[in-house]
């Protein structure tokens, strides 16, 4: 395993939390265990370690750009690392706004939709 790959680990382990990780990664296969180490890599090992900016300020992003882009499966995910970035509901709302002006009001509408059912769920886990 290199230095990045396991940069990469510890820094999803840390944003995503042991029990998203070990299902991942019970989950990787022959197939798809390249594009397990290519996103471990470069998306955790690289982007997400940079301290050019906070985690606070990247999951922000993350989730804008999820949402501009439609790419709907993954903002649950990234909702749930909000708990661990410091990023707060409040953030998240901000971040949906500006993808209303700079790319629709119904992706951000539908990002904003994900995200309530998403909180909704977290809060009954936390209640249990």
């Known amino acids: 395993m290199s230095d990045r790959h396991a940069l990469g680990m510890k820094v999803r382990r840390e944003v995503l939390g042991d029990a998203h990780v070990d299902r991942a990664e019970a989950q990787k296969t022959d ?45 649950p995910m990234h909702i749930r690392a909000t708990a661990r970035t410091g990023a707060s509901p409040q953030d998240v709302l901000e971040s949906f706004q500006h993808v209303a002006i700079y790319c629709g009001v119904p992706k951000a509408n539908h990002a904003l939709k994900i995200a309530r059912q998403t909180y909704a769920e977290m809060q009954a886990e936390e209640a249990k």
């Open 31 to 75: 197939f798809d265990r390249p594009f397990q180490e290519l996103i471990t890599n470069s998306a955790w090992g690289t982007v997400w370690a940079s301290d050019g900016i906070s985690r606070r300020e990247r999951s922000m992003l993350t989730l804008a750009l999820l949402a501009a882009m439609g790419n709907w499966e993954e903002i």
